[in-house]
């Protein structure tokens, strides 16, 4: 009877227990539920992300150039519009809020929807010559990484330089003998990988020898380039038999599934943003900007340019860059008569500073693409040098540039050229 009872009594103490959750443990819920979602909104990524659009933002709402440019259609608001497109790019590659290569491809899209340039403009600059030369040269890579060339190289280095303390230090290790006897001779697959490398690297440098001594390429009328050669020789890969199975050949296009496209995109997008500059007007500009050089004092114009050079080619590639700084600071050099070099030496080598980001050169894509460098490593590296770089240029162009140049002779140009007539210093 007790344990009647005591079940008895179980019961309907039990049965007083709610079949939903209370209303306080519901709300405890939705609280905790809008926190968290409220905190996965307002976060440091996601202000990183909308940085970019209100930066880009401001500058189209706030910044206003006189008059239209003088680059075909461009006007005014066009050449704001570009500024504020560099700013939501830099933005995003200097945060890494989206990444890399998404960033790299955004030109394709906003350059159309602010008028800058037209979808296919902007398509042609992710495959420029220099792309197909990088294309090319990555597919060769593969092959050569595929079959182990550079590792038989590395094996056979100290042989080859016979130095005896590369030899002594090689023979002391163990592994020697091992190693080359595991390598054995060379298959007919690596002999032609190395052979078509070989090809390659003399074809670059034959086909425009020196400007008296025209190479190969005169025969194609100029219409070759380097790409060119780079994506030929790649080709044969998919075309010579290794010898190892039928049908196979050195290459096939699984091996190439490696490809780093990220260095592809990021090379475009440096070739659409200056295409960008020059075509939206921002490029004229910047050059009308640079008029206060002609104020500015003499020993303080290689350090202004030189940064202002610098600065540019953080954003487009070094030959973007002297293509676009070096006839303007030519046309400057002529309005305040003086030595064209005196500001194109300090351009040109200002251009190629380019230590900060990865669009400034394809030798820093190829560093940060490796995954161990990120943006804030390449700034805390890459600026001391650009100031140290610019201290240098700023003392050498005035002391052994005038023993070298002569840049301390004023200029005057006439018609059938230039004049040097005095010294300035």
């Not at 179980?10 to 405890?28: E, Q, R």
């Not at 909308?50 to 500058?59: S, Y």
């Not at 296009?253 to 440096?270: E, F, M, R, S, T």
């Not at 070739?271 to 050089?293: E, H, P, Q, T, Y």
């Amino acid at each position: 009877m007790d344990g009647n009872e005591s079940r008895h009594h179980a019961v309907p103490d039990d049965s007083k227990a709610p079949l939903l959750p209370i209303s306080d443990s519901i709300t405890v819920k939705s609280s905790h539920s809008l926190n968290s979602c409220i905190q996965s909104v307002f976060t440091l990524q996601n202000f990183f992300i909308l940085l970019g659009p209100l930066l880009c933002a401001v500058i189209c709402l706030c910044v206003k150039f006189d008059g239209p440019g003088s680059s075909g259609t461009a006007t005014a608001a066009t050449s704001r519009n570009m500024l504020g497109v560099l700013a939501w790019m830099f933005a995003w590659w200097l945060t890494e809020a989206v990444p890399m290569p998404i960033t790299s491809m955004s030109p394709l899209f906003l350059f159309p929807l602010f008028g800058i340039a037209s979808c296919d403009d902007v398509a042609e600059a992710y495959m420029d010559d220099v792309i197909s030369l990088v294309l090319g040269s990555f597919i060769l890579a593969l092959a050569v990484e595929h079959y182990n060339i550079h590792r038989r190289l590395a094996l056979n280095l100290p042989i080859l330089l016979k130095d005896r303390f590369f030899q002594f230090l090689f023979m002391i290790t163990s592994l020697k003998f091992h190693l080359i006897y595991c390598a054995g001779p060379m298959a007919f697959a690596e002999k032609m990988v190395l052979a078509v490398f070989s090809i390659l690297i003399l074809l670059w440098m034959t086909r425009s020898i020196t400007d008296d001594t025209p190479g190969w390429g005169a025969l194609f009328k100029g219409r070759a380039g380097d790409g060119t050669v780079s994506v030929m020789m790649a080709t044969l890969l998919f075309i010579i038999p290794n010898k190892k199975q039928k049908g196979e050949r050195l290459m096939d296009w699984n091996k190439c599934k490696k490809l780093p496209w990220n260095i592809v995109l990021l090379l475009g997008a440096g070739f659409a943003i200056a295409n960008g500059v020059r075509s939206s007007g921002l490029a004229d500009i910047l050059s009308k900007a640079l008029d206060f050089l002609e104020a500015a004092p003499y020993l303080a114009i290689a350090p202004i340019v030189c940064l202002i050079s610098g600065t540019i080619t953080e954003f487009t590639s070094n030959n973007a860059t002297t293509t676009l700084v070096v006839p303007l600071l030519i046309q400057i050099a002529k309005t305040m008569h003086l030595h064209p070099l005196l500001l194109m030496v300090p351009g040109a080598i200002g251009a190629q500073f380019a230590f900060l980001l990865p669009t400034g050169t394809p030798s820093n894509i190829v560093g940060f693409t490796t995954g161990h460098i990120e943006i804030p490593d390449m700034i805390k590296t890459g600026l001391p040098l650009k100031i140290a770089g610019t201290l240098a240029l700023s003392i050498l162009m005035p002391t052994l540039g005038t023993l070298v140049f002569g840049t301390d002779k004023e200029v005057v140009h006439m018609t059938n050229g230039p004049f040097l007539h005095r010294h300035r210093i």
